[in-house]
């Protein structure tokens, strides 16, 4: 009998992707999910079969003789699904593992760091995909270009976002990697930054090839990128234009090539040389730089859903103090005199906690910032942690419901409009759209 497969939190972005591989070679894949999202509705419609009660093991009964359950890092034992599938001998693995498993017939291309892996493997995708190179992708997030997290046109390399959450990118071996940023975040899982530091060397040294890494990240044999001429590859002569952003790209192997990028922020144009450094590995230069001025970004990361005379809106994934100000950067170059407004939902009670004083100190850089609730994902309630948290007396920061954002916007007009967070605050992103556009 064939090998069936049920994914445990299938609605995931990590997760549809790999269920979406299974599919397309044909493989039976079912699920549950908390939630009828927009993802589960299209992998219902690619062939998954999805429920969304806890307590349906339909699928796990009809399979069990030849079936792999695969699970997220944040699903618990106590899960009534994985008790379930555990109690009838089914072999289960986590997510990570799973991946680890698929890639191993493969060159691993992976892109590791605090923040900008899906970005920068998005662009991986794209150059790779433009150049024609044999190759499979899992994004952890919707590519505007391909308007999906998954791309195969073979298997002789596999793009993959290597996430430190559990340590899970201890399961790869890559062939070649980048390394965005090691910053303090998951201190649900890392006692203290030297943790984090550590498992990130540990991921650096089961790469066996190249090994990119921001100039910030300081690890032997690697090959470093920033602005600094100081650096292995290195950016020059940013200027912005009202279509995107024109600069210089210098490597030591390399003449300079000049190319022109259709956004903005410093941060993409990092994640931007990353990847490029990366797919030079594989592919000519010559072909890659006609290559950059369609590169996609990633939905929700810095997407301009509205311009027009009143106002401009942006919609952003960011959900880290470094993330929030690196696009408050984009912003403020983009719109230098106009006043600024933030609608931000913190994600996960324990990272308001531990990065309250910096989330106050990011959040005030904006000229106005309406704090929604905390989106908890998979915690429990904190005692004493709240959105109120971060107000610490700044009268630009006032913490509301998100039944008010859409009263406050008609009665406020902002002149720049951005939404930041990584829960439910997409949904409500949609709406201010459809309210703007009216």
Request: net charge negative; proline share 3%.
């Amino acid at each position: 009998m064939k090998q069936s497969y049920y994914f445990i939190g299938i609605g995931g972005i990590g997760m549809s992707a790999l269920a979406r591989y299974l599919l397309s070679r044909g493989d039976k894949v079912g699920g549950y999910d908390r939630d009828q999202t927009d993802l589960c509705q299209a992998l219902t419609n690619e062939g998954a079969q999805i429920g969304h009660d806890l307590t349906d093991f339909s699928f796990i009964d009809t399979f069990s003789n030849n079936l792999l359950v695969i699970y997220t890092a944040a699903v618990t034992s106590e899960h009534p699904q994985l008790k379930y599938a555990l109690s009838k001998g089914v072999r289960t693995l986590k997510r990570a593992q799973f991946l680890g498993e698929i890639v191993q017939s493969g060159k691993v291309l992976a892109v590791a760091g605090t923040h900008g892996k899906t970005t920068t493997a998005t662009f991986l995708t794209h150059f790779l995909k433009q150049s024609n190179v044999s190759f499979t992708a899992f994004l952890g997030g919707i590519s505007n270009d391909l308007n999906s997290n998954y791309y195969s046109s073979g298997s002789e390399y596999f793009v993959v976002e290597a996430d430190e959450f559990d340590r899970s990118f201890l399961a790869l071996y890559p062939h070649a990697s980048i390394i965005t940023s090691i910053e303090l975040d998951h201190l649900d899982i890392y006692k203290d930054y030297q943790a984090i530091v550590d498992s990130f060397t540990q991921f650096a040294s089961q790469t066996s090839g190249a090994l990119m890494v921001h100039e910030s990240v300081k690890l032997k044999g690697s090959i470093s990128y920033g602005f600094s001429p100081e650096n292995d590859g290195y950016i020059t002569d940013v200027e912005f234009t009202n279509s995107g952003t024109n600069f210089k790209i210098h490597t030591k192997e390399h003449s300079t090539v000049s190319v022109t990028v259709p956004f903005y922020g410093n941060h993409n144009l990092l994640n931007t040389l990353a990847a490029y450094m990366i797919a030079k590995e594989i592919v000519s230069v010559e072909k890659l730089v006609p290559i950059f001025n369609t590169l996609p970004l990633a939905k929700r990361r810095a997407s301009k859903l509205v311009e027009n005379d009143q106002v401009v809106f942006y919609d952003d994934y960011a959900h880290h103090p470094s993330e929030i100000q690196a696009m408050h950067q984009l912003l403020r170059s983009r719109y230098p005199n106009r006043s600024i407004t933030a609608v931000f939902q913190p994600h996960l009670y324990s990272r308001t906690r531990d990065f309250a004083k910096e989330f106050t100190e990011v959040l005030g850089l904006f000229d106005n910032v309406w704090i929604l609730p905390i989106y908890p994902a998979r915690e429990a309630p904190i005692q004493g942690v709240s959105s109120e948290l971060l107000l610490n007396g700044d009268s630009r920061l006032e913490s509301i419901s998100k039944e008010e954002v859409l009263s406050r916007i008609s009665m406020k007009a902002p002149e720049v409009l951005v939404t930041l967070g990584a829960g439910d605050i997409a949904n409500l992103s949609k709406s201010i759209q459809k309210l703007l556009e009216q």
